[in-house]
Each structure stands twice: as C-alpha cells, then as structure tokens.
C-alpha cells in the first residue's frame, strides 16, 4: 500500500526559506513521478513542481522557477521541496502526489494531474 507522509511547512517570513518533505512508502521511485501542488483558499489545487522518470526530469511553474527545489532522497524515500526567497503568495497547504509511471500524470509529465496517491497536506503562511 503507498502512503505518502508530509512534514514541514508552517509559518515563516517573506525572504526566508522552508522545506517540506513528503516521506513515501510502498512506492518506487526509480520510474514514477512525484508532484507538489498548492491549494489556496478559494481556488484550485495546482501543481508548482514535479519529478518524472525517476528524477530525469524535473519541472517547475514559472512562477515559482528559481525559488523552488525538488530534492529527492532515495536511501530515506523521502522527496523535499525546499522553498527560499519566500513570498506571501507562496501562502497555502501543500500537497505531495504520486503515480505509477504507467499513469497518465506521470506519462504526460502533468504536474496538476490527476494523481492516485495523496499526502495528507501541510499548510505553509508566509508573512510579509
């Protein structure tokens, strides 16, 4: 069974840096795909960075390009998202998600997909 485990986020002030990590069991990431989405209130879940193909391919939001860094740690199953130069907008819970790389978010590189396997969510609010 995969689980998918969040820590992290919190608040912290604009300028600063956070990371969040998503802790996966039951899931091998040597060929599937992680994404890291944000839900705002009042809006949609959207994803802001992901890894594909086992971490050959990575892919960030303009947006958020520069700021935000996927890290992935096979020996702890654990990937990271280290945010810096943080900014109020950056405000919302986050999200890790993944799939089978047969799966069409992980085919198709769809970091806003339609992902089978969720974490639990962490808020993240940032102060200006």
């Known amino acids: 069974q995969v689980q998918l485990v969040q820590g992290g986020g919190g608040a912290a002030q604009a300028g600063g840096s956070v990371r969040l990590s998503c802790v996966v069991s039951g899931y091998r990431a040597s060929k599937n795909c992680i994404s890291w989405l944000r839900q705002t209130p009042g809006q949609e879940r959207r994803g802001v960075a992901g890894?594909?193909?086992?971490?050959?391919?990575?892919y960030y939001t303009p947006s958020v390009r520069g700021r935000f860094n996927i890290v992935q740690d096979n020996a702890k199953n654990t990937f990271y998202l280290d945010i810096s130069g943080l900014k109020p907008e950056d405000t919302g819970t986050y999200y890790c998600?993944?799939?089978?790389?047969?799966?069409?978010?992980?085919?198709?590189?769809?970091?806003?997909?339609?992902?089978?396997?969720w974490g639990q969510g962490i808020q993240v609010t940032i102060a200006s």
């Open positions: 998600a993944a799939d089978d790389w047969r799966a069409a978010p992980c085919r198709h590189r769809d970091i806003s997909g339609d992902f089978t396997y």
């Open positions: 890894v594909f193909s086992g971490g050959e391919y990575t």
